[in-house]
């Protein structure tokens, strides 16, 4: 593979909205970027508040993104729906908020690490709330006052989030009508007087705004006829799931996977698949095989808890030849660790969790809509070699919302090779690419009709039993041959750019690499971004090719036990300068980290 | 999913669902009977070999699949019912049996049991009791009465008591339990196919003595006897009987006629027609 190649799929696929749907000219005290933050108690609406902002900033011609943070609780736990709407496609947070809007103070202490505020910004508080909690003042913030409870009790069955979000769309700069657009979109079905509660409570929320102190806004919304989809990490994995064939899903409920699960259940119900609730994920897993067994491209998800009681099971998979997905939404561990919170710490476990020697897949999304591509390109790989693939996906792609243009397809590929009737076949054949046909029950081969048992005990080439030297070498040589020999293509990473110092990175850490990498352009220093979708099998040539002039890596990732920095060193060579920053959750790290690292290096 | 034609194949005799592989159990296994009742019941149910699929777990019993010439898996520990399971729902036309130990099923697989009783997908399931881990060389299974004293791990007896698949069976909501005796391959063959005729879960509960770690087994031949009744048909009936069993009871035990569990499954739509769901679709200025 060549640098070109590896360049041209990274701008095709990765910024495909870039150049094509341009901003308009920045009219004077345009923003070109407005990030804010509604916060409350659980329950208090402010997920639904920033849901409808977003979805009016996607009418209004925006990209954006909403990402959550939330507690465990189901009701009365610390609720945010954290917002940043663009002109360009949104890839991060930023760092830090322009404006934030609580709905209450309660439980604030509790997030108020994940709301950076700087002197710019403008913080809504309601009076009827009580004190603004001095970490606000710390942060020099300007404060304002918005009586949300007394406005909203003005309008009958008007409710608080209602005239926070009244207040937020014409602060920033959305358009009214458009607002209104979105309530009927939102409330509609619910009948008309919750919807003239909401359009009232926005209504005194809009006029509100008018007394209240000016904050980072934009002139006008971009005139962008261009199709966006306005879709969830955990959503774009289904989808992708789905595109990819899969049609036989049992799981096991966990978070924060669950949504991958609840979107999947319908949409497979009317593909001629089906989603099976497991007792657990031992049973999912062995559900899932037993279905691939059968023919169906099969397929479960869950996080790190899952995984790690799916492991053995993955290894009768990698033995028994049997494609399959598993999906991990990485959260914060170990053990129950944060279920609500993002972390990419599952990595150890998704590459060296199987026992004996078990070449298996890994891949990884790197941004919301790369949800989509990786999980069916995953889907394809698994069917195509045989063998089972994880996609690490992880909470702050999962249960994040973005705008973004339509996400590009995977490389094609020919899918689950299966066995033509032949006499004399053996399932587990030795081949040249290491990939046997796979012969289907219901099916016979040959005219003696010569079903196989798949089998978790090293077999020899008809599947039968075998602890002979010979055969367990030369079984091994084949499943991982399979993988090693394969050709990839360019998608095994996304490389941007051009530079002696490259940021290497994998995962939703590629969201604030990407744009730190572009900041760092825009400043005249000059900056590779590396960000490898395929960590198994490792590309040692292609790694090499794509870091080739390079003299210092930033390694970029969200562990604690720098766990990607572990994986490389175990994998590729890296150039004499190396510098990691690795942050566990649940913070996210910002572009703003990122620079500050490569701009004070030495 | 996929939709195989199951080929039309001459009437095969129990002798056709034997593989060439030589089984790895004891001389005096009640495993041995086991495989001539399933391939005779095969043979009587006069299915294609390539339309049976036979999942397995670990132990000796789950040996089962090499040694027969249908479609099988032999698994991971315990996974037996899960894997079956997902075979069953994935491929509706196919015939489904899972086969294993008193370990794999009641201890390890123990919760999967429940589950698989009270999911009722149609399948049956061979359970082979010896009341003994023989792989690992004679350790106390789940069926093991508590004073047993042989193995090395507990020499003083377990000191629980055994968990009795009947009843626990009828408490998860199983449709079907027969009892079987390996010392009696023609009265287990015609209940592995009562089994396999039954719609939904089936259990086949089988006497099969381990004579190389539980010589005493041996004795089996003289204790097992038919069932009196006709098989009970409501569960309270069945609990009654079960609770004054004695374990050796043969037949037919209880037959329910729960619908079994198959989700509905249309082919309207294709995965690209989900996608208009996520297009922003601007109504407005912009």
């Known amino acids: 593979m060549t640098t070109e190649c590896i360049e041209e799929r990274a701008g095709a696929a990765i910024l495909p909205a870039v150049g094509r749907c341009p901003a308009p000219p920045a009219a004077p005290g345009d923003a070109g970027t407005v990030s804010l933050a509604i916060i409350g108690s659980g329950g208090a609406g402010a997920m639904r508040a920033g849901e409808i902002l977003l979805d009016v900033a996607a009418q209004a011609g925006f990209f954006g993104l909403m990402t959550r943070t939330m507690g465990a609780q189901i009701r009365g736990g610390e609720a945010a729906a954290l917002l940043r709407i663009a002109t360009a496609p949104v890839s991060s947070l930023d760092d830090h908020f322009d404006l934030l809007i609580a709905l209450d103070w309660a439980n604030f202490s509790r997030f108020a690490a994940e709301l950076p505020l700087a002197a710019t910004s403008l913080v809504l508080a309601d009076p009827d709330e009580g004190a603004v909690p001095a970490a606000i003042g710390e942060s020099g913030s300007r404060v304002a006052g918005l009586a949300m409870k007394a406005l909203a009790r003005a309008v009958p069955g008007g409710r608080v989030n209602m005239v926070a979000l009244g207040a937020a769309a014409a602060l920033i700069g959305l358009p009214a009508a458009l607002v209104a657009e979105g309530l009927a979109r939102q409330f509609g079905r619910k009948g008309e007087t919750v919807l003239q509660a909401s359009a009232g409570a926005v209504a005194r929320g809009v006029e509100a705004a008018a007394a209240l102190p000016p904050c980072r806004r934009f002139a006008a919304p971009p005139a962008c006829a261009e199709t966006r989809w306005n879709i969830s990490g955990n959503q774009a994995t289904g989808l992708g799931a789905l595109k990819g064939g899969v049609r036989f899903v049992a799981a096991y409920p966990i978070t924060p996977a669950t949504e991958v699960l609840e979107w999947m259940a319908p949409a497979l119900a009317k593909t001629e698949g089906m989603l099976v609730q497991a007792e657990d994920e031992l049973a999912a897993i062995n559900m899932v095989i037993g279905a691939s067994f059968a023919g169906a491209p099969a397929l479960t998800a869950t996080s790190g808890p899952g995984l790690a009681l799916m492991t053995e099971a993955l290894g009768l998979a990698v033995a028994s030849e049997t494609p399959l997905v598993v999906v991990d939404v990485m959260r914060g561990g170990p053990s129950t660790g944060i279920p609500t919170k993002s972390e990419q710490s599952d990595l150890d476990i998704a590459v060296h969790g199987l026992h004996g020697d078990a070449p298996h897949l890994v891949l990884a999304p790197n941004s919301i809509g790369d949800c989509l591509t990786t999980t069916q390109w995953a889907v394809a790989l698994a069917e195509t070699l045989q063998t089972p693939a994880i996609v690490l996906s992880d909470q702050a792609l999962g249960q994040s919302r973005a705008v973004i243009a339509p996400p590009p397809p995977p490389p094609s590929l020919p899918g689950r090779l299966i066995a033509t009737a032949a006499a004399g076949y053996q399932r587990y054949t030795v081949t040249a690419s290491g990939v046997s046909p796979m012969a289907i029950p219901g099916t016979i081969q040959g005219t003696s009709g010569a079903p196989y048992v798949a089998d978790g005990l090293e077999h020899n080439a008809r599947g039968a039993p075998s602890a002979q030297a010979g055969d367990h070498h030369a079984q091994l040589d084949k499943r991982a041959r399979k993988l090693d020999g394969f050709d990839y293509g360019a998608s095994w990473a996304d490389r941007e750019g051009e530079g002696e110092i490259a940021l290497l990175t994998w995962g939703s850490a590629t969201g604030p690499a990407r744009e730190a990498a572009r900041r760092a352009r825009d400043a005249g220093l000059a900056v590779r971004l590396i960000s490898l979708r395929l960590l198994l099998p490792a590309r040692p040539a292609q790694f090499a090719a794509a870091l080739a002039g390079v003299r210092r890596v930033l390694v970029v990732e969200q562990s604690h036990g720098r766990q990607f920095h572990k994986f490389l060193r175990a994998n590729y060579d890296l150039p004499a300068e190396v510098a990691v920053l690795s942050r566990p959750g649940p913070l996210p790290i910002r572009p703003a980290d990122i620079l500050a690292r490569l701009t004070t290096w030495e | ?286």
Not at chain 2, 45 to 65: N, Q, V, Y
Not at chain 2, 115 to 130: E, F, K, P, S
Not at chain 2, 234 to 248: H, Q, V
Request: aromatic share 8%.
């Open chain 2, 1 to 286: 999913m996929p939709d195989i034609p199951v080929s039309a194949v001459p009437a095969l005799a129990a002798q056709d669902f034997k593989s060439d592989i030589k089984p790895i159990w004891c001389p005096g296994c009640g495993d041995y009977a086991v495989l001539t009742a399933l391939t005779k019941a095969c043979a009587e149910l006069g299915r294609p070999r390539e339309s049976i699929a036979l999942i397995s777990g670990i132990g000796c019993s789950s040996r089962l699949p090499a040694y027969t010439s249908v479609y099988g898996f032999h698994g991971v520990h315990g996974r037996a019912l899960a894997l079956a399971t997902g075979v069953k729902l994935a491929r509706p036309d196919l015939t489904v049996i899972a086969a294993g130990g008193d370990g794999d099923g009641l201890s390890i697989g123990g919760n999967h049991f429940l589950h698989a009783c009270r999911r009722n997908v149609d399948m049956t399931y061979i359970l082979m009791d010896n009341q003994v881990y023989g792989m690992t060389k004679g350790q106390a299974s789940p069926t093991t009465a508590p004073d047993w004293c042989e193995s090395k791990l507990t020499p003083a007896g377990t000191g629980i008591a055994p968990v009795a698949p009947l009843p626990l069976a009828l408490a998860a909501g199983v449709g079907f339990f027969a009892r079987g005796f390996a010392g009696n391959p023609n009265e287990l063959a015609r209940l592995i196919t009562a089994g396999i005729a039954h719609p939904g879960f089936a259990v086949i509960h089988v006497l099969s003595p381990c004579v190389t770690f539980r010589a005493e087994q041996r004795a089996w031949k003289q204790v097992v006897h038919a069932a009196a009744d006709a098989p009970a048909t409501d569960p309270a009936t069945a609990m009654a009987r079960a609770a004054s069993d004695d374990g050796f009871t043969t037949g037919i035990l209880y037959t329910a006629g729960t619908p079994p569990f198959m989700p509905e499954r249309q082919g309207t739509m294709r995965a690209a027609d989900f996608e208009p769901d996520f297009v922003v679709k601007r109504q407005g200025a912009g």
